[in-house]
């Protein structure tokens, strides 16, 4: 099998190859990445000079590109490639329209052109937007996307429905919950968190901090993209959760105690606009039809992530200098205080 993955210098992305590779020794796999600010090399380092891996720097949204590299005999493809911060979209949400909509219709149709045999699409929870305590969203709710970043996500997975519907490009749809491990970029809460604590730096809780997530660690993500990849049914979209609702004061409270650091670090800053109370998911779907189950529990995933963290400073100090810096001192560490 050859995949073409996007976005493959990313968080999952890099992690998916690795998961790919380790797993399927006989697949090839070519990396698309625009190498955005949240595109790394230093995630794949460790497999950079496999023989059955390939890099190349480019953007999706380059249609030339994309068919030329479509065009060598790719049978499927893994979307990765967004812009992911939900934060950022508020700031520039063109960027966001440009990579997650017009990208994503830029290899749909390279997949049409050449007839692939697969395409997956990575996609999110937040697609449909925030859900009361006690109610789960299942893959036929309501897509109610409240920031820039999750409508330009639910913009994508109609036009993935529409390739299925239309023309028939075998393609299927994963939605998975708030995802932290190793290579995480440290502007989303745990690795900003854990690498923020470990220099006694605040920690910026937006809020009454009582928002919720469902946490799912990264590998289990990449084994249920897998299952969905080898087992899913066209057209379908798979959602695929952690099982693991925390407040986000309950994230911060376990990473202080894991680091042994001192709650004072908590510092309550102005809320995020629009702010999804709660995302939570049924994935009854991917358990029954793909045998779906996360193996990593939140304790003991939050546990190696920090000790990822804790070993590979070089990786997180590099990342958190130069133009990263300069954004994120703009732009966050000027919130008021509430
Ligand atoms: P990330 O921000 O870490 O990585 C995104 C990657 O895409 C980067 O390597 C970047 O360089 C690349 N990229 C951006 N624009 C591109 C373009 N135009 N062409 C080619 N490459 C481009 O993101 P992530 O957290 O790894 O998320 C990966 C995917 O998973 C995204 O589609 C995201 O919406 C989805 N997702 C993420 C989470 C999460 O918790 N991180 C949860 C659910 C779904
Ligand atoms: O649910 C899946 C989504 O999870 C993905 O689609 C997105 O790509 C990913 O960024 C993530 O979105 P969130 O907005 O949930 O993640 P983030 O890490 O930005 O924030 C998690 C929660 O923590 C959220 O309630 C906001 C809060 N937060 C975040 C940051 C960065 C803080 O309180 N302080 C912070 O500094």
């Known amino acids: 099998m050859k995949l073409l993955v996007t976005g493959g210098a990313g968080f999952i992305g890099s992690n998916f190859i690795r998961y790919l590779l380790k797993n399927y020794p006989s697949y090839q796999v070519i990396n698309l990445d625009k190498l ?28 030339k590109l994309v068919e ?29 329209v440009n990579t997650n909509i017009t990208g994503t219709q830029v290899l749909l149709e390279s997949a049409l052109k050449f007839k692939i045999k697969r395409y997956i699409q990575i996609s999110t929870d937040e697609v449909y937007g925030s859900v009361e305590k006690g109610e789960f969203f299942t893959e036929g709710s309501k897509l109610l996307p409240n920031s820039p970043y999750s409508a330009s996500k639910a913009g994508a997975d109609l036009l993935v429905r529409s390739y299925f519907k239309t023309f028939k490009v075998p393609a299927l749809i994963t939605r ?10 440290p502007e989303k809460l745990i690795p900003l968190f854990i690498t923020n604590a470990l220099v006694d730096k605040e920690l910026p809780v937006y809020g009454d901090g009582l928002y919720i997530r469902d946490w799912i660690y990264v590998e289990d993500n990449c084994k249920g993209i897998d299952l969905v990849l080898h087992k899913g049914k066209e057209g379908e979209v798979y959602n695929l959760g952690g099982g693991a609702e925390k407040t986000n004061l309950e994230i911060t409270n376990l990473i202080l105690q894991y680091l042994n650091k001192p709650s004072s670090l908590i510092k309550h800053v102005k809320d995020r606009p629009a702010h999804d109370r709660r995302y939570a998911m049924e994935c009854k779907k991917a358990e029954k039809e793909l045998g779906f189950k996360p193996g990593v ?12 963290y804790l070993t ?27």
Do not use: M
């Not at 966050?332 to 205080?337: A, G, H, I, S, T």
């Open 176 to 185: 998975s919950s708030n995802n932290y491990g190793p290579y995480q970029f």
């Open 68 to 96: 030329e590299i479509v065009s060598e005999g790719i049978n499927v493809i893994v979307n990765f490639a967004a812009e992911t911060h939900v934060d950022r979209s508020l700031y520039d949400p063109k960027s966001f």
């Open 312 to 338: 590979n400073r070089s990786w997180w100090e590099k990342v958190k200098s130069g133009e990263y810096l300069k954004y994120y001192e703009k732009h966050y560490l000027q919130r008021e205080k509430v």
């Open 36 to 63: 955005t600010y949240a595109g790394n090399l230093d995630n794949l380092s460790d497999i950079e000079k496999s023989s059955n891996y390939r890099f190349t720097k480019g953007d999706i949204c380059d249609q």
């Open 297 to 308: 529990g939140l304790e003991e995933g939050l546990k190696k992530t920090v000790e990822w």
